[in-house]
């Protein structure tokens, strides 16, 4: 078995019930956002739960958005850096940097996970301390979760279709690096 199909089976849960309701609504809000039908419902779920719900699996193990986030923030920056490098391929190293960090930051993802409405699908819902960084924690979760569900390729193109295009005008950010 390749590497990557065992990454895809550890995440695939053995009570997987594709047809309640709130994996209905959880899949249609996903399609809306990213363009791209789940394949896995149950790691879009876990994307969604804060530690502060202390959930745990059979095994006793969290589960909660961290790690996904934690995976998300590589694979974004991996694919903005990518991205960066070939929109300009006359830059140094520096002004690469720079690009990719003005992309990444904790105040852009936050708005693009407030546009997105991604905190409304939080668990536990209703918990008013947790901030402004919620956001764009959830935008990175997603990413995480979408690169195991779908992979390199699609998820570069939701990061180039639903983020950048959407959200960031490549033009006037270019203009504030010095």
Known sequence: MLFWEKIKEKFVKKNFNK???ENAELEGFLTKITG????NIEIYKRAFVHRSAQVKDENGNDVNFERLEFLGDAVLGLI???FIFEKAPDKQEGYLTKMRSKIVSRNQL???????????RLHPAGNPNLGE???GDLVEALIGALYIDKGFDATANFIFTKIID???DMEKLEKTIS
């Open 110 to 120: 936050n708005g693009v996970g407030k546009q997105m409405q991604l905190a409304k």
């Open 36 to 39: 791209l039908k789940p394949g």
């Open 19 to 21: 047809n309640t309701q």
């Open 166 to 168: 959407q959200h960031f």
């Open 133 to 135: 960084d919620i956001n």
């Open 80 to 82: 903005i850096s990518v």
